[in-house]
């Protein structure tokens, strides 16, 4: 696969041969045409919700990636970097969702590869993620096969009454 990076635009080829086109979401109607995918993720996610999660996480530096094949958006990647203690300078991926009639085609995979990418520019150390394997059992497989490696566990603790 081939790819072009400038400072607006990802260009890159599907195993199809097609044109996938991953840029980052800027506008409220980028991140209003995102809604759908993001929902197949989060289905309880509802639109105002949404907007004021966005407007609160964009100030705080998450950015949003948008996968684009003919304008459709088939995909999206959250990220937000971090500096600490532990490991540096990294990049977390909030989240990676494919649009389910896209699934299975390579898209997730040149999502993180992007990802991967940006964030070596940016001079990041490492880029993390947490799976919760009980709602989504395939994903942390195929992070592995995306070259993630397991460490330790994901803990919480609700403060919602």
Same mark, same amino acid.
């Not at 696969?1 to 260009?11: F, K, L, R």
């Given at each position: 696969?081939?790819? !072009?990076?400038?400072?607006?635009?990802?260009?890159?080829q599907?195993?199809?041969? @097609? #044109?996938?086109?991953?840029?980052?979401?800027?506008?409220? #109607?980028?991140?209003?045409?995102?809604? *759908?995918?993001? %929902?197949?993720?989060? *289905?309880?996610?509802?639109?105002?919700?949404?907007?004021?999660?966005?407007?609160? !996480?964009?100030a705080? +530096?998450?950015?949003?990636?948008?996968? #684009? %094949?003919?304008?459709?958006?088939?995909g999206?990647?959250?990220?937000?970097?971090?500096?600490? %203690?532990?490991?540096?300078?990294?990049?977390?991926?909030?989240?990676?969702?494919?649009?389910?009639?896209?699934?299975?085609?390579?898209?997730? &995979?040149?999502?993180?590869?992007? !990802?991967?990418?940006? @964030?070596?520019?940016?001079?990041?150390?490492?880029?993390?993620?947490?799976?919760?394997?009980?709602?989504?059992?395939? !994903?942390? &497989?195929?992070?592995?096969?995306? +070259?993630?490696?397991?460490?330790g566990?994901?803990?919480?603790?609700?403060?919602?009454?």
């Open positions: 696969m081939t790819a !072009a990076v400038d400072t607006d635009e990802y260009h890159t599907t195993k199809e041969g @097609a #044109e996938l086109v991953i840029r980052e979401a800027r506008s409220d #109607e980028d991140y209003y045409r995102a809604y *759908p995918v993001l %929902l197949q993720l989060i *289905p309880d996610l509802d639109m105002q919700t949404y907007a004021q999660r966005v407007f609160v !996480a964009r705080t +530096g998450y950015r949003m990636f948008m996968a #684009e %094949l003919d304008e459709d958006v088939v999206v990647i959250g990220v937000i970097h971090n500096h600490n %203690l532990h490991d540096g300078f990294v990049t977390y991926i909030e989240q990676v969702v494919i649009d389910e009639d896209h699934r299975g085609k390579g898209y997730g &995979a040149l999502l993180l590869e992007f !990802a991967e990418k940006r @964030a070596k520019e940016e001079g990041c150390d490492e880029i993390e993620l947490d799976v919760d394997e009980n709602e989504n059992p395939d !994903a942390e &497989a195929f992070y592995k096969r995306n +070259g993630f490696k397991v460490s566990k994901y803990l919480y603790k609700s403060l919602k009454e």
